[in-house]
């Protein structure tokens, strides 16, 4: 059975996400001395971008098509989800509260260190699941939309490939195996897509993808007040993330207006 153009659309978006944790491994050992005031100001303009478009064109959206208190419910539904998954990752092994980048300073070859880098992977993984489905689920409501989450997703996945590939660089001496590992770890999204395609296929209708607009508008939520505005903030330029964060919701703002 042939799947319908916007199908694949979605399916392409999600994994073009997800596979940006692979840019993010490149930076680290491609470019000797990375600017991490773009990175701040980049993760910036992803928040600004993910909240504005969730509470001026998601939730609305919903709450039009099935009314305010099923909108509210399917939004606080999302949030639930997404920080369940980061309650059950221990903090030490959670990419998203890790303290500062990896320095540059070579580290001896270390089993720990590799599994260190390993259970980075895995956490990672886990928490890009659910931003499969949300790529995925915007994008078949609105391709549009769905190409612009795809992109805030996307930059935001690239400081999680640098936390991958990093220590298992320093523990193996492998370029490969460190691209390998963060590349794989980016997988977990369009996979999220496949699953949550598979489980919602009997259900599709208008009212599911309407309801899952606002699902997705709390999982963006969550991911810029939880990870993208503390990990921003972490590399010490505060008002250029401002910045970001402003232009983000400009931009957005723009686009929603003209397209």
Do not use: C, W
């Not at 939730?59 to 399917?74: A, E």
């Not at 309407?210 to 007040?225: P, Q, R």
């Amino acid at each position: 059975m042939e799947l319908p153009q916007h199908i694949i659309f979605a399916f392409l978006l999600t994994l073009l996400a997800g596979l940006s944790t692979g840019i993010g491994s490149l930076i680290a050992y491609f470019i000797r001395k990375p600017r991490m005031i773009y990175l701040s100001f980049s993760l910036g303009f992803s928040a600004g971008v993910m909240i504005y478009v969730s509470f001026v064109e998601l939730l609305p959206q919903t709450i039009v098509q099935l009314g305010r208190i099923t909108g509210i419910v399917v939004f606080f539904l999302g949030i639930l989800l997404i920080a369940f998954i980061d309650m059950v990752i221990p903090e030490e092994r959670n990419p998203h509260h890790y303290k500062e980048m990896p320095n540059e300073q070579p580290l001896k070859i270390d089993r720990t260190l590799l599994r260190t880098g390993l259970f980075t992977a895995l956490a990672i993984a886990i928490h890009n699941f659910p931003e499969g489905l949300t790529t995925f689920g915007t994008a078949l409501s609105d391709e549009r939309l769905g190409l612009i989450i795809a992109l805030a997703i996307a930059i935001h996945n690239i400081p999680e490939g640098i936390s991958v590939s990093v220590p298992i660089f320093y523990a193996t001496g492998s370029r490969k195996k460190a691209f390998q590992y963060s590349f794989l770890a980016g997988l977990a999204e369009p996979i999220g897509a496949v699953i949550g395609f598979l489980i919602l296929l009997p259900f599709l209708s208008s009212a599911l993808l309407s309801s899952l607009l606002a699902f997705v508008a709390g999982i963006m939520v969550y991911i810029s007040i939880d990870e993208l505005l503390p990990m921003a903030h972490r590399y010490g330029y505060s008002h250029t993330v401002i910045l970001g964060f402003i232009l983000g919701m400009a931009v957005m703002a723009m686009s929603l207006f003209l397209l």
